[in-house]
């Protein structure tokens, strides 16, 4: 079940469960979660043995008094910094500071001065909802001003386990143990700059139970989308491998259709077809001689070439003029697989939704929220329910780029965890639509295209980053990275 990404409110529900099938309560699951802390502080750092708990008064801080105790005990130089009324502890939490006292554990006042080798996070758990104020602010500032390592329990203090955002302020651990089930918000927006190196323990959760229990998303799974794709056979030729048509590139934007269509190409399309303006064919034609380049001005220009397409592709470089505006009609007119990106999706921002049976849209978040008619800000505060906004809308598998990539369709979501900074360069949504438009003209579902799409796009990035750097990193520099990854399938 680790591939299964759970709400704080689905979190909970298992937990209950757990609670009432077992026969234990919330203090047994404390006491696993403890002793997990432990063994991943002697795991992780085997040589620090002064540690200092920042505990509030939740269930979380719970765990920070027991792992405490059990530090104490295992010979460790512990103290803890008490944040909160503890006389509103939750009976479990109460327990747990009762043992820490007996273990006789030092209680610090907020400000109180302790040098140690390690500090743990224990302030706020899942159920925080609201932006980080008083004492709280004043301990998550003291441990983000620390120069040792950083152990969160659970989530980092002052984020989000729903939507990733920061509430106020929230603290940069070095390793996050999650319990249970994974959360959602620690792999999108600003939680994977919050959770560092991410672990999970699932306690002793029957599977059964998480099996049950619906989830948020699913991550996706490169390797198993990749075996979708059919074998080649000796006698395969171009034309069961699909034809893509590219619309865009009106004047000074020729460079956006033609990193389409090379990644089009490089993906195992058959034909790729690019209809630009006149003005470009020529240098598209010489830096790309297998592509098909035409050049159009008007809606007929366009009919015969998109009657042979399988998928077609608008809006790299289609900018918002009158020459894309109508010709972007006339691909909305017609009964076929259609990806929309770029310019496209600025001007289907003005319209009303397109009466397409198979349509993908490839958004990053300025772009959602034209067409969701808020702002960015709306859409990054909880990116899961704008991306099922989007699809519920526009009855579309969509994918809203950025960290953590979040992909819809009407069965679900999945969440994309690769990528990098480095692919903040112009280029990099033009090669996307690209290799997922090669992917569906291959014969994955619309579904599977996106996800597999996006997965060979951020993997080949975070091989690129992690060999030469995440600066200066170009669209066109994944190509063979993503060709590689993409023939250890068995797809020939």
Known sequence: MTDRLYSSKQIRAIEQQAIAELAQGDFA???QAASALLGLLKQRWPSRKSLLVYAGNGNNGGDGYLLAAYAKTDGYQVAIKCTGDHNRLPKAALMARQVAEQAQVPLLAPDAPFKADVLVDALFGIGLNRPVAGDYASAIE???????????VDVPSGLCADTGQVLGSAVKASVTLSFIGHKIGLFTADGPDHCGDLRLEPLSIPKHLLAAQEFSARLVSGPQLLSQLKPRLANFHKGQAGHVVILGGDAGMAGAPLLSAEAALRCGAGVVTVLTRKEHVAALVARRPECMVHGVEAQQDLHPFLLKANVIV????????????????????????????????NLLAHQAPPQVQQLILTPHPGEAARLLQCNNKDVQQ???????????RYQATVVLKGHGS???DAHGVQLLNAGNPGMASAG?????SGIIAALWAQGLSASDATALGCWLHATAADQLAASDGQRGLLALDLLTEVRALLNQSNCG
């Open 142 to 152: 003291q441990i983000n001003r620390s120069a040792g390592p950083v152990l969160a």
């Open 382 to 392: 909880n990116r899961l329910e704008a991306v099922k906004l989007l699809q519920h």
């Open 406 to 408: 979040l992909i819809a």
């Open 29 to 31: 699951l404390m006491q």
């Open 314 to 345: 608008a809006g790299p470089g289609l900018g918002q003029q009158f020459w894309g505006q109508q010709l972007l009609q006339q691909v909305l007119a017609q009964n076929k697989a259609v990806l929309l990106d770029a310019d496209a999706l």
């Open 428 to 432: 990099m949504g033009d090669l996307l």
